[in-house]
């Protein structure tokens, strides 16, 4: 029997073994392997969503909380889905052996960078099967071994997504090691895999800050944050009100569940008396909870007082807080104080304050005039996102397959000896 | 009096504080500090090297190794060579500020991705007081505050060096704390602010083995290693011969202390009889120490026995291992089991083998018909480096002022929602 220790770093030696044939797989088996994945949730989505539900009763008896059942469900519709993700990934183009332009050196040297597998990911996760079928697959189409490590309230789905990921691969003749699910397994069994910096290049951990933080600290990989989001849309006083509030109306209420929604709605003073009545009115028919700063609510008086501490909340629900600040300077200054770098916007016509705003500024994503919901992969040209990174390194904002890789440099010479 | 912990999050903050200035700063500001110090070097170079000869009476009276003291000279011919490389810097492209191409996406929105400062970088490293010019010109260049600790063994020199950097910041009215220069400490400090993750965004430590293996185990902010190279230079039986062996001794010779040189030379079977005696004769001459194989003993019985650990040795010394292969294939392999993942070269006139080397063998730099001293940021259009990263994650190979850097998407719309 083996020990919790041997079990992992077998997992990882296998991980790594994989992650070289499948650098050198080419685009249409890889492809293959998507499509067979894809064909494969779609015939045995029935079985599928019946484990699911098996894990989904035994949430319920543990009494987890509703927004973690929530992210569990794996229903056929929401199976479906993946089966179309699969289809979109496996058209995508294939980031692995893109080359920048050929540059030509004094020395004589012709000189690029070529796209090339990270090597091995490990994705820790709660909840949340679909990132089972989406981590795989997006690994896997950048020629990079997965290690998917989800929650345990999700086991039997996700064991199940498991085995057939190694199906699919065996198929196509790829290794079966290419994407490896871990059974569930105590919390030294993942903190002895954030150690395997030999093994793995990368960790990518998803789900509540408690989690992100606990990853960060034990691991000794680098380590892709998608930490929380406190996005802000900024109304100047010259702004299209047309515009100012249908932005605001989608950037809170598309998806508030997600980390770039709108958080704080910040109202330029100018326009605050017309404006802030007219949007609370539309938010309240929504019913979204509205909290005010005291010049708000001097406007508004029903509006909740807001607290310090709700400049700096992700709610991820349908609670906005609202505060009226005297000019884009305000706005640049409150932002830099509560806001989490990921998501801001400014409405308005003026040049000089849009200028300013995208400069100074600092998120991975600066908006004019559209809704801060734009903050996605797909529409920013990424092709699709595995999620949106709040590091400085590597991958910032919204990460596509070409962030999953890494490069070397290419370099073709006639003899050349540098002196 | 402040604790150690208070000293090291006040440094810290006033890091943090002067980056913002710093990332908002015009590039001539930037180039005239950088020229500032230059001229600084320049007019008190005899003070420098004074401070410098009581570093090295000191390190020698501890007796601290001959490769450390050497490194830790910094006498007027090298203190000049940095007035040189301030100019070069100063003279060198802004990255900050940089944009992509602008997309237009299917929304109508446009999007671009636009070059913004990393933040803070904390240096950590040993002798070398020139690394407190370079890192301090590179930060200073591409927008970033900088912490910058190098060893007690340096300190009168470092402490000299980190007061005429104030003296040059606030010459053109930056903040002095852009780069601040700690004093000596303990490991307890060290390891105190590689936990500052709130303040500092990336750590780069250069040095030995040892030091950068703590760093990266002790570190919770990413860290950037510039690891060891195990250098490798194949070649073919198919190579032009004086090419090869040019290079072989250009990548062996022309600085055998640095990451890139070549501390193994692989020679195919099928020229080996011809070609090695040739180049033991060359390298002999130049006073190399050479190691080889059963099978190239069996050409040149005088080569010292090759051990299994010689393969995964870096010398960066007058040494040299040299094995005898079957073909491309051996020698690919060989380079997967042993290599460090650095810089590699092929000699051959071969078509197909180069493009298998080049595909196959994954090292940051990959060479065909060039000496692997063209490793470096210059040669390979990056301006200057900073160094050699050996990660996977953000850059790969050499760095220059744009691996220093960090991106945010901008997004201009004409009051776009997401449906």
């Known amino acids: 029997m083996m020990s919790m220790e041997e079990g992992i ?9 994989a992650s070289s044939l499948l650098a050198k797989a080419s685009t249409p088996q890889k492809n293959d392997a998507l499509l067979a994945m894809s064909h494969m949730l779609s015939r045995r989505k029935g079985g599928i969503a019946r484990e699911n539900r098996r894990d989904m009763k035994k949430a319920k008896e543990r009494g987890l909380r509703k927004s973690l059942i929530d992210r569990l469900l794996f229903d056929e519709e929401r199976i479906m889905s993946r089966v179309s993700a699969l289809e979109h990934i496996a058209a995508l183009p294939d980031p692995v052996g893109n080359m920048s332009p050929v540059r030509q050196m004094p020395s004589g ?4 960078k070529m796209r090339v597998p990270l090597g ?3 994705m820790i996760y709660e909840a949340r099967p679909h990132v089972t079928v989406n981590a795989g697959a997006f690994s896997l189409k950048s020629g990079t071994a ?4 989800g929650g345990s309230e999700a086991a039997n789905t996700n064991l199940l997504l498991g085995s057939l990921w190694r199906e699919a691969l065996e198929e196509v003749g790829l290794p079966q090691s290419a994407i490896q699910v871990l059974p569930p397994s105590g919390h030294e069994a993942v903190e002895f895999l954030l150690k395997q910096s030999e093994y793995i290049d990368l960790v990518i951990p998803r789900g509540g800050k408690e989690l992100i933080k606990t990853v960060a600290e034990k691991s000794t990989i680098p380590v892709i944050k998608h930490y929380q989001g406190i996005c802000h849309v900024y109304v100047d006083d ?3 009100l047309e515009h100012a509030l249908n932005i605001s109306l989608n950037s809170k209420l598309l998806m508030p569940e997600v980390c770039n929604a709108m958080e704080t709605l910040l109202i330029a003073e100018g326009i605050a008396p017309s404006f802030l009545p007219q949007v609370v009115e539309s938010f309240h028919k929504e019913g979204v909870e509205l909290k005010g700063c005291d010049r708000a ?5 029903e509006l909740i007082p807001a607290t310090e501490e709700d400049w700096s909340t992700e709610y991820l629900d349908k609670i906005l807080s609202i505060k009226v600040v005297k000019d884009v300077d305000e706005a640049i200054a409150h932002i830099a104080t509560y806001g989490s770098q990921h998501t801001d916007a400014i409405v308005t016509e003026d040049y000089s304050r849009i200028n300013r705003f995208l400069r100074e500024v600092d998120s991975a994503v600066v908006l004019v005039n559209a809704s801060t919901m734009f903050d996605d992969g797909e529409e920013l040209g990424l092709g699709a996102e595995v999620g949106i990174s709040t590091e400085r390194m590597h991958a910032r904002g919204p990460m596509g397959l070409e962030e999953l890789t890494s490069y070397k440099w290419l370099v073709w010479g006639e003899g050349q000896v540098k002196t």
Do not use: F, W
């Open 297 to 301: 609510r001097e406007i508004v008086p």
């Open 146 to 149: 997965a290690i998917l490590r």
């Open 238 to 240: 010259r702004a299209n």
């Open 120 to 122: 091995v990911i490990a």
């Open 9 to 17: 770093i077998s997992i990882c030696q296998q991980a790594k073994a």
């Open 109 to 112: 040297l012709r000189v690029a």
